[in-house]
């Protein structure tokens, strides 16, 4: 499958490896055609491997991963086209956290709100589905076990997003739909527990797990 | 010990409860002396059980427990009397959850903000440690496995209150302390990801595991 990666970050990077890995097809794209840390990205990672704008990596996907940082996911796939995403699945794996007044980062939405579902009434025609935004980057390609979310309005969408999931690590019993795009509120205000997480643990290598009673 | 629990809900009740049968006396208190829900308890739990209001829990209290509904805690508290909490640990397990919008219901404050440190900050001389709000009443006092949190600026008073866990079910080895009291802003927004899992899963009766890398 083509696949386009927006953003160029550890996130990014790292998922985009795996896809290669996997043998699909993948555009990094950038703010700029000419991005160091991608070219860098399309050296190590060889065949299969491409760069270019946000617009080039959205244009050239079948299927897009968000991956920048949150506070710029919307620039971003402004950026990117809303023509290039119409009836596309865009994977949002972003989280909104505002680092502009210090640690620990606030959100820059939540509560009544989240970014996911800002992005997906910026690209109606998009078929968002939230995934993988509750662990660490080397985590989401190479699991420790427990659980990964997935929400978003289209349910088609959200099945092929949990096959690819599958390609990754993560079997089906493993990942727990939330329903609708809304339910993105609780796994981006899951952060701020998880970077206390990773405080106490002094790994960011940990994941959550679901126990109940028999 | 002496306990004082503030509010005669279900969550209330149950830990009131397993308080009582670990040979504790506890005093119910509610906004006012005669509650029904306080007699009832009181009725079904036998010796050492009794009930007032908020302010004769807190007094009788040697470890006051915060039960309430989180958007009243504030309120409840001052009724209580700072002065019969001051120098006692006060045990937070309350969600400031807002029903008055519907459902899902959104925070009353998160992000830059928690219930727990607003309690904190009003009640300066109490040693409040947030703990048990990440799940359902009956797991909190009959665990099905995983973690309890903990946090709060007193390291005593936690040391105090994991002991405490000790006696519910939870070893000292699921109880993670995640800092100073400003870390209940992630356990309380942790709950929209709760309430939706409640939904996915079908059933409150669940709990969440940390999993990481041997």
């Given amino acids: ?22 043998a699909h097809e993948v555009k990094m794209g950038a703010r700029a055609a000419a991005n160091e840390k991608a070219a860098a990205w399309v050296e190590a990672a060889g065949a299969g491997a491409s760069a270019g704008t946000f617009a080039d990596a959205a244009s050239f996907g079948e299927l897009v991963f968000n991956c920048t940082a949150g506070v710029h996911s919307l620039d971003a796939l402004a950026a990117a086209g809303e023509e290039n995403l119409a009836g596309k699945i865009l994977v949002d794996v972003a989280n909104p956290l505002d680092f502009s007044r210090g640690m620990p980062p606030a959100l820059s939405v939540c509560n009544t709100d989240s970014l996911g579902e800002q992005i997906q009434r910026a690209h109606p025609d998009a078929r968002v589905v939230k995934a993988l935004n509750t662990m660490n980057a080397a985590v989401m390609t190479n699991p420790v076990g427990g659980v990964v979310f997935v929400c978003g309005d289209d349910a088609d969408a959200k099945g092929e997003v949990t096959q690819l999931l599958g390609m990754f690590g993560w079997p089906p019993e493993r990942v727990v739909d939330l329903g609708g795009i809304d339910a993105a509120r609780g796994t981006e205000m899951y952060l701020p527990l998880w970077l206390s997480l990773w405080g106490a643990l002094g790994s960011p290598d940990f994941n959550i797990a679901i126990v109940g009673r028999p």
Same sequence: chains 1, 2.
Avoid: C, D, H
């Fill in 1 to 22: 499958m083509r696949i386009g990666m927006i953003g160029t970050g550890t996130v990014g990077a790292t998922i985009a490896t795996k896809l290669v890995e996997l």
